[in-house]
Structure formats: C-alpha cells, structure tokens
C-alpha cells in the first residue's frame, strides 16, 4: 500500500513540477537559471521516498565549468539533481523530448539536445555547447558514463565532456552521489541516507587531443575514490541511528 501511495504522490507532483516548470521558463525566456529551478524542485520529493538526503558544497562554483555526476538509476531524479547550479543546463539525448510533461519543461528550460546516434553530429554539438559556454557564460551538467550504472560501479567514462570542457577553456566540477542502487525499498518506511557532494574544480588547462586520456582518468579515479568514501560514511551514520 505504501509503495502505491508513493508512486501516485511522486507521478503527480512530477507532473506538477514539470508544468510550473514549463511556464516558469518560458515566462523567464528560457533563462539558463531555470534549470536550477526545476531540478532542485524535483530533488526536493526526496523525503516522499524516506530519503535523508545530506548535500555538500552545493553553490560551491560561481564560474562557467563542466559538471559531471555519476548516474546510477531513476532515483537521480531527486538526489544529485539537487546538486544542479546556476546558469547550469545539461545536455541530453533528443528522444528526451518526447517524454510526456518532462520532455516540454526539459526544452523550455534551455537544456541541450544532441543525436546520439550520429557521431558525426555529437562532436558537432560539443564545439557548438563550448561555444555557448563562452559567448552566454554558462556551465553545462553533464554524465560521462551515457548511461545509467543500475549496481555496476562508476561505468567508464565518454569523451564528449571532456572535449567540450577542454574547448571552452573551463574546468570540470565533479559531482558525486552514494549508492542508491538496490537502496530504496518503496514499500519500507525509512530508505536511509544519500549523500551528494561537490569536488574541487580539476583545471583543464594543461590538457589537449593527446593526453585527453589522462585527464578522463584522472577525474574517474577522483571520482571513484569520493564515492567509496561517501558509501563508507553512509554506512556508519546508518549504523549508528
């Protein structure tokens, strides 16, 4: 019964989210600070799923920058969004568009789409959000991994953030969320501890074409490192309540 009234609570306030959103940015003429907006509002259902969400460094950056977060499942919806900045937007997939309610307020908020399925186009794409970066002073969230993890660790990482933050001549924040894969139990009460974080911004600045490589690793081991030691933290706050 719990996990029923869960999703109707969680489906409907979406929906409402995603339509005040809609009109919130369009109203702000697709204002790049309307993202902050929605994802935050979305991030704040986060007790509706028992959560005890703790944030860290969460306006810690006030330059243009790559975010990146690692993706573990639907759950980041109302987790390391609420990590999402001002004059943030995120670049995403076209099809994302379609996705009723979310698709719309995804678009009016100024998000980026890209075809995915067209290298060709997506390496387009990454000089043209570079671009933006510099002309409209922005920073732009993106996943590395291009896909939801679902329990296989930090998957390994794309090329296109880093390029894109190379070209920009802007550093890479990363942003790390602990587990919550096999974590939420919508049928029990309390689902525990989730803690978000933002790092110290990586500087991009000694790195080209060559030894992009290097600093892919380097930002998935700094990475890799916060999240083991946040899940290690979890644990024993968990044990300790």
Sequence with gaps: MLKLLRIVAIATLAILISVVGTIYAL???????????????????HPLLGIKLITRNQDG????????????????????SSMVTDRTVSVGKRSLIWIPFFGLVYWATGNVFIHREKRSSAISTMNKVAD????????????PEGTRSRGRGLLPFKTGAFHTAIAAGVPIIPVVCSNTHDKIDLN???????IC????????????????????????????NRIAELDQEVAQMEQQS
């Design 27 to 45: 109203i702000r003429l697709r204002h790049p600070s309307s993202v902050k907006f929605v994802a935050r509002s979305y991030a704040s259902m």
């Design 188 to 194: 029990r009460k309390n689902n525990g501890i989730v």
């Design 132 to 143: 933006i970066i510099r002309e409209k002073q922005i920073s732009i969230w993106m996943f």
């Design 197 to 224: 974080e933002q790092l110290e911004p990586i500087d991009t600045s000694g790195y080209n074409r060559e030894n992009l490589r290097e600093l892919i690793e380097k930002c998935q081991t700094v990475m890799a």
């Design 61 to 80: 950056f006030d330059k243009p920058a790559i975010y990146i977060g690692n993706h573990q499942n639907n759950y980041d919806m109302v987790t390391i």
